[in-house]
């Protein structure tokens, strides 16, 4: 209704403009050939025709045919006409304004059209540029089906990875509602990819298979489909699917198809990507569990045999008839022991990403107390300053336990590795959207060269006194409990001499009661 | 008073045995969970040590199968040390958990803070005191060090739940369940916030709290002891 609005008023513009140019030459109609007339005319007619396209043309041409008839062949004010050449003159006159005015439609309909393939082009490229900057595959397909639901204008895409003989949804988006297909959607997702056919369910519950490679085959527009299934390949295998869906049935016309595809492209990249990255991950955690049985291999001897010798050299004394109260040190030993053992536990089930993460809302206040609560024993006559941000509670968004574990560990090698009676901070701090705990010490410090291998599991600095308690993984699961959180440990030289551990959380809002 | 021990292991029932000689109690003893339940029913014991490893049913089907027809405090041992067994031996209606290994003295200990809440709870409080804190339970009034403190309603429930249960791990589940009667809506996520908040009116030092203690990630406790 709009368009043909606009064409009805440019129309009136341009019959306008015929009729300033009938009013002059009228005026001259004395001293004007039929050639004067016929040319201004066509001038006016082809000047419509480009600015308001055929349509405009169409009116202008014959409204500007009966005007040269009746104005300015004899006999003037009838459509008669005497001189019989004078139809000739006529005649050629609107068989050129005629095509004139289709020939420069014909043209702006093709600088539309390359006008609209730039666009496509465009957000093809950015789609491209997404797809390989995008900091994970996750995000680079989400922006995939966002492209795609707009490019199609559908209410929902979805986008599914294949996981063996199954399919995982990896993208979706959804502007509510929902779709009451006839047909299980899972099970028309495996059948596409099963198949290599793209599928699409109509309102009726028709279901109607395309071929992927000609798409836009039938070249007519499908109307009220509820459902479009796609199977989604690269280099010839299939990778995942794509899966259109809006609760109102939708229309794919053959250009839809068509930008579809390129843009199936794209989602069948990022869903590689995603697959590569997971099979990265596993190479990762692989590795990671390789060097750790190597060093727990090299570690068995030492870490595990020095308190076992212990043990059984103190017992065996006792059982001789030695002092009873040497009991104690196989108790300490034994506490070793059992530390060694959790910390080894802990660690093989955080490289197996099997240690659960609760990330709730928690308050900063109570998991430092907590910590200075559980470290008491091994802090003694350490003065522990705690430096709160700000006057508000500090709320984070963290696995309490986890967040736990490392203060302690943090707060237990500050008392270790400073002097007796030396205060430890420990420092909470909104840092924009994160809480940065840091908890700081005034020991020798850590070379720079140490400060990434002390967080390696069994790893001990050179020439540092021997930790008789310790079992040399402390760091390497605080590090792993933090990364599981999504946050990190790090650590650097404090300005007070020693060193300075940050463990950061993700920082929350306060409710307002 | 009689203590009744559940385990199938007998060093660690000679541990328990040993470790509560000292409190003047007559220690009875099951290797089964069927044997512990029978017993406990017959021998009404003051407080019940029961290992979560038995032979015949797990140990957080005992603790269901005990609570059906006595409220006698339970310590449950555990080896596992993982939260989320804690928290369910606590919803089951167990009272406390020691983990394995454990010192006689800390079971010593948690076996006589048993007793002594087991003796309390049979007085209803109007009031409650501990240290410098006072809490009317009838005028639903607390003060500090004498000056009275202002709570909002929430934070009142959270703080009359837990002095209520002195020196008991309410869990998380339980604490919700208690203030938020069951209505599941978004102000449980912010239990941890109304606790914090709690501590800052009513403790000396919220870092360092005296009363509401952090059973991390199982619950908070309430403590009257020194």
Redesign the interface.
Known sequence: VRRSHAAWRQAAVALCALAAATLVMLAFRARLDKAHVAMIYLLVVLGGSAAGGRFVGLVLGSTAFLAFDFLFLRPYYTLAIADPLDWLVLFTFLVTSIVAAELLDRLRRHAELAEQRAVELDRLSTLGAETLNAARAEQALVAIATVIRSAVSVERCALFVSEGASLRSVAGTDVGGSDHTLIDADSLLEYVVRSGQAAIEREDGTLHLLSVNRPQEPAIGLHHVKAFALPLSIRGETVGALRLSAAVGFSLTAEHRRVLLALAYYAALGIERLRLERTEETAEALRRADVLKDALLASVSHDLRTPLTTIKGIAHEIRHGGEASRAGVIEEE?DRL?ALVDGLLQLSQLDAGAL?V?I????V??V???A???ATAVLGAHRVD?VLGDED?L?GRFD??HT?RILVNLLENAAKYSPPTAPITVTARRRDRRIDISVADRGVGIDHAEREKIFHPFYRIPGAVADVRGAGLGLAIARRLAEAQGGRLSVAPDAASGSRFTLDVEAAE??S? | MTVLVIDDEPQIRRVVRNAVRDLDLRVVEASTGTEGVDLAAAERPSVIVLDLGLPDRGGLQVCRDLRAFTAVPIIVLSARHGEPDKVALLDAGADDYVTKPFSPVELQARVRAQLRRASKDAKVAKHIAVGNLIIDLVRRTVSRSAIPVHLTPTEWDLLRVLATHPDQTLTHHQLFHAIWKGTHGDMQQYLRVYVGQLRRKIEDDPIKPRHIKTEPSVGYRFETGP
């Open positions: 034994a059992s659960p609760a709730e809302l928690n308050t206040d109570d430092i107390g907590a200075l609560q559980r705690v509670m709320v309490f336990g736990l306060l409710p009661d």
